[in-house]
């Protein structure tokens, strides 16, 4: 777990001018080390988290002379040792004992489409000193990010969008549609955008080439398909059952795979608790727990210390309550914002952001329970989409967060161009590989909303602490075996029904049917006090006015009653609208 970055150039200029100050912006990212790179037109650079093979021998940027080849990675490749072991057989001499050097012999024997041999996540960049050529990928669920800018002969790319700003010469204008997606989709702007025009993002699973005249193309190598198969029709709910039992056991076992100690990020919900369980079946010892929680506002409990408390006494962790008052989470919030790599408006990522900074003092790695919901349907919107006959109308009236119509009551008139995201959903549902509105939401919700909501978030607040965080519900053996599974039996009972059925005998009864719970952050939904006079100091600062993103009587009317509008996942409207100009401000845009 890394951070990464580098310039090309096609103009003949000399590249790596902007690698140190990429670097510098990405320190949290790689406390333990750093390297560069760069000859004639090519720079890499790196800021390193040391998890396996901690010797210097597998620091980067990593370069083989032998096989002309020059890599910056972040991530882990789970099944590294096993590919180690294959390509030694084929004759290949490794200088470390790590996952970085794998990759490189493994680019070298399959091409980029050797991606398809990893289990694990990734990002990273391979030059080939013989062509010239620039290959850039990610991993197949977006898990570790990956963002470009583009400028008059040259390309630079970085592991988050604020070191890309720290290099300069990005236009910082506001993308219209990025925009509409950010205030209807709960944040989430699809990949390839982002906020701003000037920088774009790599989508999962893709394999982007870049040759040295500047030339670009890009592929995917992987694709979900969610919806049933003909040869799984005669399969019984016992048998889905055992199946996902045993994908889970795999996927939380390759990911223990580190030469420093992995802990567990314990929220008190099946989830995360199903991973505490398997990792005692597996005779994990010692295993450091951790949970969160904030002060009770009126009826809005601030913590579920009682289910995280009951696993951590079933399976004797090393368990860890971090509590957090008002008063912290304000003085913590400038410090969140400038840790997103893009804007993110969900309440929890305070929540994650003070939890991996407590975490990180005792563990480098943690294991976490992000993707369930999507993979498993947990979420309340899935029986709505159950009983759908128009999954665009439907999908829109239950979670976006306002419709086109207050959306022009919101956003100044020239922001205003399209009704942006109902048309990206409609045009997703209509060329969705699945048929049914229930398998077309989950698929959307997979490949677009986990990976720039729950996925990212974690990610970003996790790594502002040099914190790694590992997600077993996004093996992709695990995704793909949930995608076959029949809608009724992930959605049926509240949710995520196969998974609770496959995790009776191993948690206990009282967190599997209990209430569905979220993060909670009650401050965060109701702004009062010293919450609500940072969200009106940011969205009343000069810079906000002047920037005039929204339109003035809309957010005057969220300011006069700040607990009186929330979306349909009941957050803040006005903490929405606060949240994005608090991050163009942190930015310095």
Request: charged residues 25%; hydrophobic residues 40%; contains cysteine.
């Amino acid at each position: 777990m890394c951070g990464i970055c580098g310039e090309l150039t096609c103009n003949g200029d000399p590249a790596g001018a902007s690698l140190a100050a990429m670097m510098q912006r990405m320190w949290s990212r790689g406390p333990d080390a750093g390297g560069a790179f760069s000859q004639d037109r090519v720079a890499f650079g790196h800021r390193r988290l040391s998890i396996i093979d901690l010797a210097a021998a597998s620091a980067q940027p990593m370069i083989d002379p032998e096989l002309g080849l020059a890599v910056v990675f972040n991530g882990c490749i789970y099944n590294f040792r096993e590919l180690r072991s294959e390509l030694a057989g084929k004759g290949y001499r490794f200088f470390s004992h790590g996952d970085t050097e794998v990759i490189l012999k493994a680019y070298k024997e399959w091409g980029p489409r050797c991606v398809e041999q990893f289990y694990g996540m990734f990002a990273f960049a391979i030059w080939e000193r013989d062509s010239g050529r620039v290959v850039l990928a990610r991993d197949r669920l977006g898990i570790k990010p990956l963002y470009y800018a583009e400028g008059p002969g040259r390309f630079r790319f970085a592991s988050t969008l604020p070191a890309l700003l720290a290099a300069g010469d990005v236009d910082t204008a506001i993308d219209p549609a990025a925009l509409h997606h950010y205030l209807s989709w709960h944040a989430v702007v699809p990949a390839p955008m982002t906020i701003l025009k000037g920088v774009r993002k790599l989508p999962p699973a893709t394999i982007c080439t870049i040759e040295p005249d500047g030339r670009r193309r890009e592929e995917t190598y992987w694709q979900l398909e969610v919806g049933p198969r003909a040869a799984d029709r005669a399969l019984s709910e016992a048998e889905w059952r055992e199946s996902v039992r045993d994908a889970m056991r795999k996927a939380v076992d390759r990911r223990r795979v580190a030469d420093v100690p992995v802990g567990v990020l314990l929220s008190g919900g099946l989830d995360s608790s199903l991973l505490v369980a398997i990792l005692a079946g597996l005779g994990q010892k010692d295993l450091k727990t951790f949970s969160v929680g904030f002060e009770t506002i009126g009826d809005v409990e601030g913590d579920e210390f009682h289910y995280s408390d009951l696993i951590a006494s079933r399976f004797a962790t090393d368990h860890h309550r971090i509590r957090v008052d008002g008063s912290r989470a304000i003085e913590s919030l400038p410090g969140m914002v400038a840790a997103m790599s893009e804007p993110m408006m969900s309440h929890d990522a305070i929540g994650f952001y003070l939890l991996s900074q407590e975490v990180s003092k005792y563990v480098k790695v943690a294991q976490s329970g992000q993707g369930a919901d999507e993979i498993f349907g947990g979420y309340h919107w899935y029986p709505v989409l159950m009983r759908s006959n128009n999954a665009t109308e439907d999908y829109a009236r239950v979670y976006f967060d306002r419709d086109h119509a207050e959306m022009a009551e919101l956003v100044a008139p020239a922001l205003m161009n399209g009704d942006y995201s109902r048309n990206f959903v409609d045009a997703y549902f209509r060329n969705c590989r699945g048929t049914s509105p229930i398998d077309q939401t989950l698929q959307l919700d997979a490949e677009i909303m986990m990976v720039d909501d729950p996925v990212k978030r974690v990610d970003n607040m996790a790594m502002a602490w040099g914190l790694e965080t590992r997600v077993p519900f996004l093996d992709h053996e695990v995704v793909e075996l949930a995608a076959r599974i029949p809608a009724e039996l992930k959605v049926r009972g509240g949710g995520k029904h196969i998974l609770k059925e496959a995790s009776r005998g191993l948690v206990p009864d009282e967190v599997i049917d209990r209430p569905k719970g979220y993060f909670p952050v009650p401050a965060l939904k109701y702004i009062r006090g010293a919450f609500l006079d940072f969200v009106r100091d940011v969205l009343d600062a000069p810079q906000a006015r002047q920037r005039g993103l929204f339109n003035r009587p809309y957010i005057e009317r969220l300011l006069a009653d700040p607990e009186g509008e929330l979306t349909p996942k009941g957050h803040s409207k006005l903490w929405q609208v606060a949240l994005l100009e608090c991050w163009l401000q942190t930015q310095g845009i």
